[in-house]
């Protein structure tokens, strides 16, 4: 049987993925994991798991299999979730659990089930069809769900399923996250139990203020349009309020100053009662609210930034005597606070709060931007590094129990592995190994110290000759790609080299990883550090590998914000880059969503000249390098209407361009063919722009 090609292997394997341990939870005893899990590299069905602490033996806990599926659509929360994380669209993909962990809440194709770990007994939970995040309360007493818009409580006593609270008007919703809280703010859901489970926050979402877009099409032209709200800059946002619903009926509304800050960024419900963080429309104050029963707030925290406030993933959080959890951004370094004291050190870089046990504070974070580790924070003991050796370290940890998950070469889904008592099991992958090997030199390159990677044809032999250059990008705002982590995006930057490139890939100004200086020098402008540091990363590695890069011929490639920065580059630096692969670039500004573009060149109201000088369209007539743009017709992130205005702008002033429409297809690919023959299709693109011998 023929060995698939890495870009069918990464569509097959959804970014060698599947089969891979994930989502791992320790229950509150320490002595079980559960996880999620599919039988092989290929299958797209996840599993519920269970492994043993005390001797690392797993067993199944719950399989789709056996107890079925029905239908039932996405919300839009939910359907970025899983775009983003590659997460197969079947089986189990999300569970919650009571305080024990004992218990396990989920759905299978709308319909809500329940599994008793520890009994390995699992069972269906009647409930009105198409329930949407379950959340089983802390003493396993009940289930919140959402459906049909309405917040739905179902008593796992045999009591009846009833609405708690049901939308007034249509398109109104009772806790599920918003379009831009779940796209931009790391808040994927909208309601959260009190600890005694008589209560719950709800977030309620009324849409009606967003305009709406219509996504047609073409490939079928029988079917109607589908009407989307979607925030584009400068326009209305959607009406997120916060409520207290009891399981009694009652019902009270939290108030903070919403005009002032009309962003609900998370929230959360501990021992020491309910909270919310709310930020302002232009980003730069973000506060931390206390809510009191009566539904008045109290302010726990507030930050303020010149440019805008970086919302860190997991925070806000308290321990348990209360300490809140939360950042600053001082002298160049994001750094971990509890109750506003920095307690991690200068050039330690805070990237993500994993959660609390105790008075220890988990988190990631990083020293050297090639590299996440995993640390922890005690009060008895300070900072302390958990993770070794290159690579991403993530993890979580409980009543002693730490489970970490690394990524690195040749294991790109993750080694997981279970501490406990000076014992560790590892988690079983069943993930597919990459059918090729990267081999990354990694730079540091120029007065900047840009971090780079080079990628060299397999068996490259030096002297050879000058290789010509692709440089594979994406190069902007929350997005690093150059890293120890052996990423599917460092497999495609080898497979791309094995075509006959030198693939150079340069994290610039505005990429996650070198502190809040570094990130936010891209203010006011996305396009014009961005598109510098990739020109002085090509030229400083000239310099360091004499005789190796061919500068004659330089091609550019990219997806989304890469996609744009290789346009741009064409457009631009016709001088350095000689033709482009702009896969669904976003090339007006004025049409994406107002928490993201907002954040990095303010209102369009307020600063047109931003969103003029960092959109393509008024560029086209400088065009004079060959460009292929690639554009799924179905992408609601990045919408067809960026490509199609650019070409159309590129025809009326007569510059020869190319377009690759992809029909029924999102902003990620998802096809095996259409997957991998977008690569193909890209290379003979290059090569024959580039004037190279076809392969």
């Known amino acids: ?104 809440a989920f759905t299978l194709g709308g319909s809500l089930w329940l599994a008793d770990a520890a009994a390995g007994t699992v069972r269906a939970v009647p409930t009105a069809p198409g329930v949407y995040d379950p959340r ?32 007034e008007a249509e398109e109104v919703t009772y806790g599920v996250a918003e379009h831009v809280a779940a796209e931009s703010m790391h808040r994927d859901r909208g309601h959260w139990w009190s600890p005694d489970g008589t209560a719950l926050l709800v977030a309620r979402v009324d849409p009606r203020p967003v305009g709406r877009l219509f996504l047609a099409d073409p490939a079928e032209p029988q079917r109607p349009p589908r009407a989307i709200r979607y925030p584009l800059a400068g326009t209305a946002n959607a009406e997120v309020s916060l409520w207290l619903l009891g399981v009694d009926g009652g019902r009270t509304e939290v108030r903070w100053d919403r005009e002032a800050h009309e962003y609900l960024t998370a929230a959360g419900w501990d021992a020491h009662g309910p909270y919310a963080a709310v930020q302002s429309r232009d980003q730069r104050t ?8 009566d539904g008045t707030t109290r302010l726990l925290a507030e930050r303020r930034d010149e440019h805008w406030v970086e919302l860190v993933p997991g925070l806000p959080v308290r321990t348990a005597s209360g300490a809140l959890v939360d950042a600053a951004d001082l002298d160049g370094t994001r750094h971990l606070t509890v109750d506003g004291v920095p307690v991690t050190p200068p050039g330690l870089q805070l990237a993500r709060v994993l959660g609390t046990d105790g008075e220890q504070v988990l988190f990631t974070a990083q020293d050297d931007p090639v590299e996440t580790h995993l640390w922890s924070h005690h009060p008895a003991e300070g900072v302390r590094r958990l993770s070794e050796g290159p690579g991403l370290h993530t993890g979580t940890r409980r009543a002693g129990t730490l489970v970490l998950t690394t990524r690195r070469a040749g294991h790109p889904s993750g080694l997981g592995t279970v ?11 069943y993930a597919q190994p990459p059918v090729l090997t990267a081999r990354p030199e990694l730079l540091r390159l120029g007065p900047r110290d840009l971090r780079a990677a ?51 890939v340069v994290d610039g100004r505005g990429t996650p990883g070198r502190g809040p200086h570094w990130e936010k020098s891209v ?102 390098r ?37 029909c029924a297809t999102t902003h990620t690919p998802s096809d095996e063919s259409v997957a991998e023959n977008i690569h193909h299709h890209q290379v003979e693109f290059l090569r024959r722009s580039l004037g190279l011998a076809r392969g």
């Open 1 to 104: 049987m023929p060995t698939d090609s890495l870009p069918r292997q990464l569509a097959r394997t959804r970014r060698l993925t599947l089969g891979a341990p994930t989502q791992p939870l320790i229950t509150a005893d320490g002595t079980t994991v559960l996880f999620l899990r599919s039988r092989a590299g290929t299958d797209p069905v996840a599993r519920l798991w269970a492994l043993d602490t005390a001797t690392g033996a797993e067993r199944l806990v719950a399989d789709p299999a056996a107890l079925g599926e029905g239908g039932g659509g996405l919300p839009e929360a939910e359907r970025i979730r899983r775009e983003r994380a590659r997460v197969a669209g079947s089986g189990i993909t999300a569970f919650s659990t009571d305080a024990t962990g004992r218990l396990a």
């Open 523 to 624: 203010r006011g402008d996305k396009a014009g550090p961005a598109l510098e540091d990739q020109v002085d990363g090509l030229r400083q590695t000239a310099r360091l590998r004499p005789g190796l890069l061919d500068l004659d011929r330089v091609g550019i490639r990219g997806w989304s914000y890469g996609g744009y920065l290789a346009a741009l580059a064409v457009l631009r630096r016709p001088d350095v880059f000689h033709a482009a692969v702009a896969g669904a670039p976003p090339t007006d500004q004025r049409l994406y969503d107002t928490h993201w573009q907002e954040r990095f060149l303010g209102h369009p109201a307020e600063h047109p000249e931003h969103y003029d000088a960092c959109s393509l369209i008024a560029d086209a007539p400088r065009l004079v």
């Open 419 to 429: 501490h406990r008592d000076g014992r560790a099991f590892p988690l079983t992958s």
């Open 286 to 293: 973000l506060r931390t609210l206390a809510v009191e029963p």
């Open 454 to 504: 080079l990628y060299l044809p397999t068996g490259h032999r030096a002297g050879a000759g000058p290789l010509p250059v692709l440089l594979a990008p994406y190069g902007g705002p929350a997005q690093q790609i150059v890293d120890t982590g052996g990423q599917w995006y460092d497999l495609l930057a080898q497979w791309y080299a094995d075509q006959g490139f030198a693939v150079l």
């Open 626 to 662: 060959p460009l292929l743009l690639v554009q799924g017709l179905a992408d609601d992130n990045v919408l067809p209407v960026h490509a199609l205005r650019l070409s159309a702008a590129l025809l009326a002033a007569g510059r020869p361009h190319e377009v690759l429409p992809l």
């Open 136 to 167: 089983i309360d802390p003493t396993g007493r009940r289930i919140a769900y959402s459906c049909d818009g309405a917040l739905r409580v179902a008593d796992l006593d045999g009591g009846p399923d009833r609405a708690l609270a049901e939308p």
